[in-house]
């Protein structure tokens, strides 16, 4: 993958670390590229090559673009890419809109609260992810909780299924996804100064417009960071579409795990992963030049 | 302004009943004498029982414990190596790339991930004989994801920290090593404890990596936990989601608790 | 001056762009308290930071003891710092914190606890060896910096502005404080200040630096009443600088001017209209627009209690002063 523009790179400076500092180095750079860099030359490699049943592992290498040819002109492959896109990106908007106001909340809590208040928010990242999607589908299922419910007060007599919709994802996704969106968030309304909107107000601004011209505005890297946060995974994402999204479901991670575990096509998954790897590159940039400068920016 | 802060409290409190409804009601069924998980049929321990007799279960969760310490352990050495290059190195040469390769794992779709860390682990196994997939496998992809997690929270530490207090130990006599150990690490050291911790939470966590690399004959507990719930609701499922409700926010608890203490 | 403890041969430091050191050679005597004054990005701290072995020089040499630094590091050279944030470490008591140095030269534990104990004693700590910093007032945790860089009995300590997070009632006491242990141990004290008063009232020598250069140096008296240049002239005090022509022009300090209502019979006379006047209690400063000429600052002792103001806005006055009052100056 491309790494970002090098905000330092002047070569000139560049020195020799201390011994002791080159092993710190050296020790997780090695680690990072024969464990994490080195594998994904082998995955364009098998993405070249074809699939090829009766050998183990199944694969015949070669110098092919089929996989890659297939992926985009496969109505299934190309809807299954377009449908991770939409789904990712009106789960991370529900995301935002949900957790702005709580991390604004616990921002503007007393100060002795809001360890609580936060806590609260993740403790449930600190349970089990799996667990957590599996929750939904008791609640979400045709004779599940919800239904239940929405039958028992008469205001939807006949509710539909949800679990195995679309519906169900978006909402296992901003379900799972919300600490990873208040925390960042959180992080950039509490340094904000609170006498900056009384200046505002001061000025002329009525609330609305203070918080549209001066909170909003200074919160941003963490609204970024938050919906990149969310963005990113929720594009790859295997295990909510899976679970709650049925088969009616297509998104690109699914559809990566059922060529490689079901049809056992590894060249086609690996084709997969590397198309999915380049459309998130530049969010994976973005995000980590920001939380590059976020840290540089600290005294 | 003060509309605003109560809008945002009522949507604070929705949020909350979001994040823990179906938690609670997740582990209230874990009680219930019925399999069907959408009626209740009154209070059992029958499923409590059940999973604690449930021995393919019980190994799983032994085996997820072990590779969790493991993995949780060496991703905090390197995590910790990591953060403390990216915050006190001088520019060297591959520092840009070095950055990238510690922060995008974390960003990394776990999916592709997993493919090429099997692919890797397949040519491995073809051209140097080994490592078998299962255990140690397994630790490795853990450990390579974990340890950005390590590294950050370390990084961001260093950053806070007041630079002068190493130099003032160098400055007394004592060597970079010396330094290191005595002023360097006990000050990150409850950073280094939360990160240990994350990286213990996200391998014990793990499905979508260890699915990949795991090797025929390994099943790790979110493995297990997964091809019983495709098949749909399960009641043991409930019982082990109550037990890891209750241990994460002990462990929130106590450590929220020495936290405020200093 | 006595013979020299440190020595710097054209020291260059740059950082990026900027030559935080610029060719600097300096001298520096034993049992001196010698002070490098200078605004903020003058250099001054880089070249504390230099000496003490945090960074190195991009060119020249500094000689420590008659030894060249060049490969020695931080922790090995025979001088102690005590920074501005005081850096004591935060997770170890004050006794720890004072015997952090002399752990690490491996001394017996013994011979440790005797000299914390009359380190604590010398700073005036005596039984608060068991609280942490964040227990300690900023005047004790300044103290306990001191203590800490002195037991390690350095020939050169070096001090960060010592003083520049104490109070002001604090800050007078601290000074006299430092000057007698100075004094006391017979060390060479090389400190770094913002502060011309602290600079002047403390130092046996001082050094006043401009971008990165030493613009002068010599006793307080010298840079006060001799200043080699307009800039030491403006930077320490305050001084009237009037263009002689030729590129040569006269530093007059305000306390030198006499105010009167006649002319004066001095080698200098020139008249003017008072424009305002700073009552400041101790003294009164008149600023006088002279003819043809700059605004003037005069100073006038106010020694009367009951003297009604003689002089007021707008009044014509006479300033006088003598041939010897003023230092002419070439840059």
């Not at chain 1, 007060?153 to 949800?162: A, F, M, Q």
């Not at chain 3, 020694?303 to 806005?313: A, I, N, P, T, Y």
Request: net charge neutral; glycine share 8%; aromatic share 8%.
């Amino acid at each position: 993958m491309a790494p970002p523009p090098a905000p330092v790179a002047d070569a000139s400076r560049c020195t020799r670390p201390p011994p002791d500092m080159r092993t710190a180095i050296a020790l997780p750079f090695a680690w990072l590229i024969v464990f994490f860099l080195l594998p994904f030359a082998l995955v364009m490699t098998i993405a070249l090559g074809t699939n090829a049943p009766d050998a183990a592992p199944p694969v015949a290498l070669g110098l092919s673009l089929d996989n890659f040819k297939l992926l985009f002109t496969d109505d299934l492959y190309v809807a299954a890419w377009l449908n991770s896109l939409r789904i990712a990106a009106t789960s991370t908007m529900v995301t935002l809109l949900l957790g702005y106001p709580m991390a604004y909340a616990i921002a503007r809590a007393a100060p002795e609260r809001r360890p609580l208040l936060l806590t609260l928010v993740v403790l449930p990242f600190w349970t089990s992810f799996l667990i957590r999607v599996y929750a939904w589908m008791g609640l979400l299922a045709e004779n599940g909780i919800l239904n239940q419910f929405l039958r028992w007060t008469g205001l939807v007599p006949h509710p539909g299924t949800i679990l195995g919709t679309e519906w169900a994802v978006h909402i296992g996704i901003v379900y799972a996804y919300l600490p990873f969106m208040v925390l960042p968030l959180y992080a950039a309304l509490e340094k904000l100064d609170w006498g900056l909107l009384e200046a505002a107000a001061d000025l002329g601004a009525r609330p609305t417009v203070a918080f549209l011209t001066v909170t909003l505005p200074l919160s941003l890297p963490g609204i970024v960071a938050g919906c990149l946060l969310v963005f990113i995974p929720a594009v790859g994402e295997f295990v909510i579409p899976d679970l709650l999204g049925g088969t009616g479901t297509l998104m690109i991670g699914k559809v990566l795990w059922d060529e490689f575990f079901t049809n056992g096509d590894w060249p086609l998954a690996s084709a997969v992963a590397i198309c999915l790897l380049v459309l998130l590159v530049g969010p994976i940039a973005l995000f980590q030049r920001q939380q590059a400068r976020s840290l540089e920016r600290r005294p | 302004m003060r509309s605003q802060a109560r809008f945002a409290f009522t949507l604070l409190c929705f949020g909350y009943a979001f994040l823990y409804v179906p938690i609670v009601l997740v582990m209230a069924y874990s009680f219930n004498a019925s399999r069907l998980v959408t009626v209740w049929a009154g209070f059992s321990l029958h499923w409590w029982r059940a999973l604690f007799h449930n021995d393919a279960m019980l190994s799983a969760a032994w085996l997820s414990l072990r590779i969790a310490l493991v993995s949780a352990t060496c991703s905090t050495v390197l995590g910790l190596a990591a953060g403390y290059a990216l915050a006190r190195a001088p520019a060297f040469l591959g520092r840009t790339l070095f950055g990238s390769l510690v922060i995008a794992p974390m960003v990394m779709p776990e999916v592709v991930m997993g493919i090429s860390m099997l692919l890797l682990f397949v040519g491995a196994e073809r051209f140097l004989g080994g490592p078998d997939r299962g255990f140690l496998t397994i630790v490795i992809a853990h450990t390579t994801f974990s340890l950005s997690f390590v590294a950050i929270v370390v990084q961001a530490r260093l950053a806070d920290f007041d630079r002068s207090l190493e130099e003032a130990a160098m400055d007394l006599g004592a060597t970079p090593w010396a330094t290191f150990r005595t002023v360097t690490l006990p000050l990150i050291a409850p950073a280094l404890g939360s990160g240990w911790l994350l990286a213990f939470t996200l391998s014990l966590d793990d499905l979508i990596m260890t699915q990949f690399v795991a090797g025929a004959d390994t099943q790790t507990l979110p493995m297990r936990v997964y091809s019983s719930v495709r098949l749909g609701v399960d009641p043991q499922v409930n019982v082990l989601a109550t037990l890891v409700v209750i241990v994460a926010a002990t462990a929130l608890v106590v450590s929220g608790r020495l936290t405020r203490r200093r | 001056m006595t013979e020299p403890i440190v020595r710097l041969e054209g020291v260059a430091k740059r950082f990026g762009d900027v030559a935080a050191v610029d060719g600097v050679d300096l001298e520096i005597g034993t049992g001196e308290l010698f002070a490098l004054l200078g605004g903020s990005g003058c250099g001054k701290t880089t070249l504390l930071r230099l000496l003490a072995g945090f960074e190195a020089p991009d060119a020249g040499r500094i000689l420590i003891g008659g030894r060249d630094m060049a490969d020695v590091p931080p922790h090995r050279r025979p001088v102690n710092m005590m920074f501005q944030s005081y850096a004591l470490f935060p997770h170890m008591d004050v006794t720890a914190n004072i015997a952090y140095g002399l752990r690490r030269e491996g001394l017996a534990r013994g011979e440790i606890a005797t000299r914390v104990a009359e380190a604590l004693a010398l700073v005036k700590l005596d039984g608060l060896g068991a609280r942490r910093p964040a227990q300690l007032s900023g005047g004790q945790r300044q103290r306990v910096a001191l203590a800490r860089a002195l037991v390690k009995r350095p020939k050169l300590l070096l001090l960060d502005e010592p003083l520049a997070a104490l109070d002001r009632k604090l800050r007078e006491g601290t000074r006299f404080e430092l000057v007698r242990l100075q004094e006391q141990l017979g060390l060479t004290f090389v400190m770094v200040t913002h502060d011309q008063e602290e600079a002047m009232s403390m130092a046996t020598r001082l050094a006043v630096m401009n971008a990165g250069r030493i613009a002068q140096t010599g006793t307080p008296h010298d840079l006060y009443e001799r200043p080699a240049s307009r800039f030491v002239a403006d930077f320490v005090g305050i001084a009237n600088i009037l263009d002689l022509g030729d590129g040569r022009w006269l530093a007059i300090r305000p306390e030198k001017i006499g105010l009167s209502v006649d002319r004066p019979e001095t080698a200098h006379a020139i008249a003017g209209n008072i424009l305002d006047v700073a009552y400041e209690g101790d003294r009164s400063l008149y600023r006088v627009a002279v003819k043809g000429g700059p605004v003037m600052l005069v100073s006038r002792t106010n020694m009367l209690r009951l003297e009604r103001e003689s002089f007021g806005r707008g009044q014509h006055v006479w300033l006088g002063w003598s041939s010897d009052a003023g230092q002419v100056l070439n840059e």
